[in-house]
Structure formats: C-alpha cells, structure tokens
C-alpha cells in the first residue's frame, strides 16, 4: 500500500489549508486512516484519525479548527485546516491502518510541509 499525501504550503495565521491522502496499491480494506504532525525538535503527535465507519478524533489543539473526512470509495481522506496558527507549522504524515492477508498493517506517507506565518 502507497499513501500519497498533498496540499501543503505556506498560509498566513487565520488561513486555511486542506490536505490530501489517497491510498493506492492491491487486495486491502482500510480500516482506518489520519494525520500525525511533527514539528521541529518535538515528537511525532496524533492530529485527527477517521475510521471506516466514520468515527473521528480529533487533538485537543486543533479541535473546533480542523475536520478530518473521507471517501472509501476512493481510498482517500482530506483534513481540512481552518484558522490556522503558527504552532500548526509541522510535517503532516499520513497514517493508514489496513487489512491485508490477514494482518493489519500501518503504513505512513511521505510527509507535507505545512507552514503558518506571515
């Protein structure tokens, strides 16, 4: 499975973003996908997770801000980044939790630049 993640870039603080990741590859079922971040010099945190069956989760700090959705039929889920401040400047991976040959697996993207500042 590949994950292809898009839409990052530069905003200004009170702009909005929205990101992409589409999954790709054979014979899986996604059984849930998100976003982490990772900012420099800290750790890799959870950003928002969506399951199969629409159930999300949000971080405290970007809850009421940004709303993470999906398209099974395409594989495919979106984080849409309002009101963003400049502590949301970080990488944003995608995450993708699948079923394949019996296992699940995670697998992540390669990584979108997001930066917030004027």
């Known amino acids: 499975v590949q994950l292809q993640a898009s839409g990052g870039g530069l905003v200004q603080p009170g702009g909005s973003l929205r990101l992409s990741c589409a999954a790709s590859?054979?014979?899986?079922?996604?059984?849930?996908m998100g976003w982490f971040r990772q900012a420099p010099g800290k750790q890799r945190e959870l950003v928002a997770q969506?399951?199969?069956?629409?159930?999300?989760n949000y971080a405290d700090s970007v809850k009421g801000r940004f709303t993470i959705s999906s398209d099974n039929a395409k594989n495919t889920v979106y984080l849409q980044m309002n009101v963003l401040r400049s502590e949301d400047t970080a990488v944003y991976y995608c995450?993708?939790?699948?079923?394949?040959?019996?296992?699940?697996?995670?697998?992540w993207g390669q990584g979108t630049l997001v930066t917030v500042s004027s």
């Open positions: 995450n993708a939790v699948v079923r394949e040959s019996g296992r699940f697996v995670n697998y």
């Open positions: 590859g054979s014979s899986f079922s996604i059984v849930g």
């Open positions: 969506i399951t199969s069956s629409s159930i999300s």
